[in-house]
């Protein structure tokens, strides 16, 4: 297998994780946490998801979706293209409130198949390239594609966990 087929495949198991994770749930379970402060499914497949499209969009040199989609009202947000969640507070986890488990499967449909479009026609002279300098060593594209889908599944395992022992029926 070539490398576009492995990160193809990494990619492409993401969906069912996070379409198990929220489907059939309403919007008051998606947005339940077990412990105040901590963070719901809602919030864990909306990060992930936020996370992808920002760092795909930047490695694309495009606009994110959720800026440019019309996603963020959705979810009872501002299309804050910087918002991915990375350092929110309580309140900031608290704030975010999808309508319903098809807006996060949407949101994480459309950036998983711009993800897949660029892994497809990637060549290994492309995943050497440097795309963050920022770090010592520097960040190639094919070390982000990594971080960014280690970093996906970490939250699809989370949001999972938390819908076994939400409360109730």
Do not use: C
């Not at 969906?15 to 901590?38: C, K, S, Y």
């Not at 499209?53 to 979810?75: C, I, P, T, V």
């Not at 920022?134 to 070390?143: A, M």
């Amino acid at each position: 297998m070539d490398v576009n087929g492995l990160l193809e495949d990494l990619y492409g198991r993401l969906p069912e994780m996070i379409e198990e994770a929220v489907d059939g749930l309403t919007a008051e379970q998606l947005h339940w946490a077990p412990a105040p402060g901590a963070n719901s499914i809602g919030w864990l497949v909306w990060h992930l998801a936020r996370v992808q499209d920002h760092h795909l969009a930047e490695l694309l040199g495009e606009e994110q979706l959720w800026a440019a989609g019309g996603w963020a009202q959705r979810f009872g947000l501002k299309p804050n293209a910087h918002d991915t969640g990375y350092g929110h507070t309580a309140k900031q986890v608290a704030a975010v409130r999808p309508d319903g488990p098809e807006v996060l499967v949407d949101y994480y449909d459309a950036v998983a198949a711009r993800t897949l479009d660029l892994i497809g026609g990637l060549t290994e002279d492309d995943l050497d390239r440097i795309v963050d300098k920022r770090w010592d060593p520097p960040v190639t594209l094919g070390v982000r594609l990594i971080s960014v889908a280690h970093d996906d599944i970490a939250h699809a395992a989370q949001a999972a966990y938390l819908r076994g022992i939400l409360p109730g029926p």
